[in-house]
């Protein structure tokens, strides 16, 4: 059986996953109306794997007789001045995601909710991987300043990402 306390941290988590996926589906829709089609790409993937992030914490929370009580999730901003912009906040809120998954795992360590510190390892390493991946884009474009060739060309790039 879940921990009460533990449950009610995952419950809250799956709604910071939903948020992530509103973020960068906001982002990606604004990426849209710039026209930089592999950003937006980019960022519907990343959109896409947050709802998988979401779903791994409903089956955990489910399979350990938990309850799911589902949250209202905010709206996230729908314009920004640059991708250099997005790409800095992206960065930002995974840096944040990550730090709420360690207080989790901190909270299951504390009441002994063995099962969900284990669980909770595999998103200790993909945040490691999200975090790496964002900040490498955002150091991009802040090389990249006002060079329009550049950008088209990571555009292109971000466009090749697979699912
Ligand atoms: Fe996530
Ligand atoms: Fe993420």
Same mark, same amino acid.
């Given at each position: 059986m879940i921990n009460? +306390?533990?449950?009610?941290?995952?419950? #809250? $988590?799956?709604? *910071?996953?939903?948020?992530?996926?509103?973020?960068?589906? &906001? /982002?990606? %829709?604004?990426?849209?109306?710039?026209?930089? *089609?592999?950003? %937006?790409?980019? /960022? !519907? =993937? $990343? %959109?896409?794997?947050?709802? *998988?992030?979401? /779903? !791994? =914490?409903?089956?955990?929370? =489910? $399979?350990?007789?938990g309850k799911i009580v589902l949250q209202q999730i905010d709206a996230p901003p729908s314009t920004w001045k640059s991708a250099k912009e997005m790409f800095a906040e992206a960065y930002q809120h995974e840096q944040k995601v990550t730090?709420? =998954?360690?207080?989790?795992?901190?909270?299951? +360590? %504390?009441? +002994? #909710?063995?099962? &969900?510190e284990i669980f909770l390892q595999w998103f200790v390493n993909e945040q490691v991987e999200e975090e790496a991946s964002t900040y490498e884009i955002a150091q991009k474009l802040q090389m990249i300043g006002d060079d329009a060739r550049a950008l088209f060309m990571l555009d292109a790039e971000l466009g090749k990402r697979s699912s």
């Open positions: 009460s +306390k533990v449950e009610g941290a995952l419950n #809250d $988590q799956v709604r *910071k996953e939903f948020y992530s996926f509103y973020l960068y589906l &906001s /982002m990606a %829709a604004h990426f849209e109306s710039m026209n930089l *089609k592999g950003f %937006a790409h980019w /960022m !519907k =993937i $990343q %959109a896409n794997e947050e709802t *998988k992030h979401a /779903m !791994k =914490i409903y089956e955990h929370i =489910i $399979q350990r007789g730090e709420s =998954i360690n207080k989790i795992v901190e909270l299951s +360590k %504390a009441e +002994k #909710d063995n099962a &969900s």
